[in-house]
């Protein structure tokens, strides 16, 4: 069977793409002649009246996973034990903190080194602009796209392909060769003289558009849009000053008629690394857990959509079968 008859077979059960971003009659007057830069102090404020809310509009907003997130967090990794994870790492780990002049050398000599290179077997990305998501709202305001400074997702490969065609706009970050899709987990990281508040932009733009790919895989499994639970699927996590931050984004239904749902980016942890061999320890038990956290998250929603697109691949080819006709072969002359 041809890879094309085979795409136009598993599309038949799929549901219609559907937009999530909030149109631009649903968007408040004072949004729509916005020009919003991550580094502009009224970017926040643009992307709440667009439904998007950040750390700081957010503080008293939970995720209902909340009890099993930081159940999650605290669980014990004995690579991380003080036996199996020398006091001396910690004296590197603040030298390299230090002597980090700026953002750049702050992912070289800090995160790579203790962090993300642990997975090092993940699809990932590190300051790649996501260019080919639909935006996170319509114009007229207008946004740079999310660039994480370190994101991991899925290879594209392992997603069926009826579920990228379908999804492209929300879960095919890059066309680059090998950008992770269906990002959920991201980082953004500032040097020492780098601002909290554009922090806070970027995670609140990453966390938005990795909550949008996780809602648009389930509802590809479940055949129709998603309720907003408030479960957060989207881990994010923020380093500045030997402070590590974790975050976590998700979805709530408005409670004003025909509204968007809301999407909110909160903080449910944080830990100072430089602070003693163990605050190191329990921030790096903290971020693998986390990631381990995302990577279950993602994991289960693309398998589901996965699940649904090869169902109906083979329903397709169950329903071409029963209609072959056979004819019996010409006599020989």
Excluded: W
């Amino acid at each position: 069977m041809s890879s094309s008859t085979s795409r136009s077979r598993s599309r038949k059960r799929s549901r219609p793409g559907t937009s999530t971003v909030p149109t631009v009659s649903s968007q408040p007057t004072s949004a729509l002649s916005e020009k919003a830069s991550t580094y502009d102090d009224g970017t926040l404020n643009v992307l709440r009246d667009c439904c998007i809310y950040g750390p700081p509009f957010a503080t008293g907003v939970e995720p209902s996973n909340k009890a099993e997130l930081l159940a999650g967090l605290q669980r014990r990794r004995s690579s991380l034990d003080a036996s199996a994870y020398p006091d001396s790492n910690f004296k590197r780990f603040l030298k390299a903190n230090y002597e980090a002049l700026n953002e750049s050398q702050v992912m070289l000599e800090v995160v790579y080194p203790y962090f993300t290179t642990y997975f090092k077997d993940h699809p990932k990305s590190a300051n790649l602009a996501f260019t080919n998501l639909e935006p996170i709202f319509q114009p007229p305001p207008k946004i740079s796209p999310p660039q994480p400074d370190h994101s991991f997702g899925t290879a594209e490969e392992d997603i069926h392909l009826a579920v990228r065609n379908k999804l492209d706009k929300f879960i095919v970050c890059s066309r680059k060769p090998h950008a992770p899709a269906a990002v959920n987990d991201m980082m953004q990281v500032k040097g020492r003289e780098g601002k909290a508040r554009v922090l806070d932009t970027q995670i609140t733009k990453d966390g938005a558009i990795g909550e949008r790919a996780m809602y648009e895989l389930h509802g590809f499994a479940r055949g129709s849009p998603c309720p907003a639970d408030g479960v957060a699927h989207t881990f994010l996590q923020s380093y500045h000053d030997g402070v590590m931050k974790f975050f976590v984004a998700f979805r709530k239904a408005s409670s004003v008629r025909r509204e968007p749902d809301k999407i909110y980016i909160t903080e449910i942890a944080g830990e100072y690394l430089c602070g003693s061999p163990e605050h190191l320890r329990k921030g790096l038990t903290m971020y693998r857990n986390f990631v381990d956290m995302a990577t279950e998250a993602r994991s289960k929603a693309v398998e589901a959509a996965n699940a649904v697109a090869l169902a109906s691949e083979d329903e397709g080819e169950g329903e071409g079968e029963e209609n072959e006709e056979f004819h019996d072969a010409p006599a020989a002359a």
